[in-house]
C-alpha cells in the first residue's frame, strides 16, 4: 500500500494476503509483515482471522522480537470481538511481564480505556510511567503517548495534576494544550450554537487528530542503504562495478549523513536507514532478474528493505548510538555539527 492511499480506499483483505505472502518469502521478516496483515484484518472487521495470526505468531518455533507486543495487540483484538475474559487474563499477564517497551502497555491501557475500565487504565499507565521514566531525565518519544494516555484518563477522572501531568504537559508539542484536549466537558460544547465555541472546539479536534495520526501511523519512510564496512568489502570484491557507488567506506558513511540532513532540510518527514547485506541484496537481485552489479537496483533494496519494516528512524534520539555502527553516541559521531 502506498503511504498516501486514503485508507477507505484500501482493501484491507488484499492488502492482509499480500503481507502474508510476503512473510512467506521473507521469514526473517515475518513478525513486522504479519503484525500489519493482522491490522489490516483489523480494519477489513474479520478479528478472529487476525486473533489467528497473533496466535501463529505467539506459536512460531524462532520465537518473537517482541512477544509482549503481539500478547497485548491479541488482546485488544479479542476484547473487541466479545471475548473479555481472555482478554483481561492477557492483559494481567503483560503487565505481570512488565516489558520495558512501551508500546504494549499503550495498547492494553487504552484497550482497558476504550471499555470504560478507567481506574485500571490510570493504573496501567502509572505503572508504565513509573516503571520506564523514573530517574531518565529527558523522556524517549515512544513513551509519549504513556504519558498522553495517563493524562487523559486523569482528567476524565477528576484527578487533579501530579509531576507525571508536568511531564506531560512539557513534553506535549500541539498549539492547544493537554487540558483543553482531554476536557471531558468539551462534548458539549459540540451542541452548542455559539459560533465562537463551534469554532474553537473544531481547531481543537483538528489538533487532536494530528496527535492521533502522530501517534499512529507508521507511513513508509524514506530510507538510506548503508552498508557496513565488512559487507562493503564483499560486496565489491563480487562487484567491482558498483565501486563507483562507494569510493570509500568512509566516504559512504558521510554521504548517508548528508543525504538525509539534505532531505530533511528540505522538508522530507520519516526518514530512516536501512542495513544491507550481501546474501540480502542478492537474493533480492536474483527475484528482480538483475545482476547485483547493477547499481539502479541499490535504490529499489533499501525501498524494499524499508518495506519489510527493516528501516530505523533518523535521527537517533538524543543519547542514542550512531546509526552507522561505531558504539559512539549519535551526536558524538555523525550527528555532530560538521
Known sequence: MRPDTPAENVDHTAEAARLERTAGLYPEDAEALLLRAAAHLELSGDRPTATKLYDRLLSSPQGLDHPHLVRALK???LWEYGHEAEARAIIDGVRTAAPRDPAPWVIVAEALE???ELEAAHDTFTEAVR???TDVPQPPKP???LLFGRHRVRRML???HDAWDALADTVHSLPVSLDELHDPKRVWSLGSENPAELEAEILRLRAELGAYREALSRPFPVAILHWPAAELTELLQAYPSLAEEYPTHEEHLASIERALRELSASGTPNLGIVTGTVPSYEAFAASEGSSPGDPTLLPQYATTLAARGRAVAWPPQEGAGCWCGSGRTYGG??????
Open 333 to 338: 559521531c555523525h550527528g555532530s555539527t560538521p
Open 131 to 133: 516503571l520506564l521514566l
Open 75 to 77: 488482546a485488544s483484538n
Open 114 to 116: 476504550s471499555h470504560d
Open 143 to 145: 513513551t509519549h503517548p
Open 158 to 160: 477528576g484527578r487533579s
